[in-house]
């Protein structure tokens, strides 16, 4: 559970509720919330979790999109056990692009070539 901690504090995302956690800083992403229409979501399981928020942090230097990510190791047991709601089954990276279809698209075909490979990431 350390590790997460660590991921998250070294990437100056912090928990703003009793579940998700988010860049201190969200001006320096594509986002706004007035806009926001289509959210990305992307799931992990408890044994795969690292590679998929590793993979997500530096992929989205390039791609500075707006996120939320699941606060820890316990929410994300919680939210995939159903607990939190069936709804909520999955979750545990939801991505907020700016609503332009040809910025999406690019967006998609990349996450989908950086985790293909990947159990639990969709």
Known sequence: MKEFDTILKENDIVAKNDYWAY??????????SKKVGIKIHLSATVL????IVKRFLKWN?????GF???????VLEELNSGVLGYSQTGKFLTLYP??????????LIS???MYNDTRGAS
């Not at 230097?61 to 999109?65: L, P």
């Not at 939320?68 to 316990?74: D, G, P």
């Open 61 to 65: 230097i390039k791609y500075k999109v």
């Open 111 to 113: 996450l989908y070539k």
């Open 23 to 32: 860049p201190n800083n969200m001006k320096l992403y594509q986002y706004s």
């Open 48 to 51: 795969n979790y690292k590679v």
């Open 68 to 74: 939320k990510v699941s606060k820890s190791l316990k």
């Open 98 to 107: 700016i609503q332009n279809s040809k910025y999406i698209n690019k967006i």
